[in-house]
């Protein structure tokens, strides 16, 4: 009786390194890592309003200081 890993990518259903099924991983590296992409821009996103308000907020602070310096 033997165990077989899966070491197909449930993403583009290509093999991957048997190794890399061995840790758990079910994607070859190359959709792991657009995955991971992924995961980054949807943390982004979640946190985009509220820098960019503060991104707004310290251009026109700085505007305004240049505005007083001249
Ligand atoms: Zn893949």
Redesign the pocket.
């Known amino acids: 009786m033997s165990i077989t890993i899966s070491n197909i ?6 093999t ?1 390194n048997p190794r890399r099924a061995a840790f758990g991983y079910r ?6 890592e ?1 995955r991971a992409q992924v995961e980054i821009k949807r943390k982004a996103k979640c946190t985009a309003p509220a820098y960019n308000k503060g991104a707004y907020q310290y251009v026109g602070t700085r505007q305004v200081a240049l505005g007083v310096g001249k």
């Open positions: 990518c449930i993403d583009c259903q290509e991957f994607t070859c590296l190359e959709c792991g657009s």
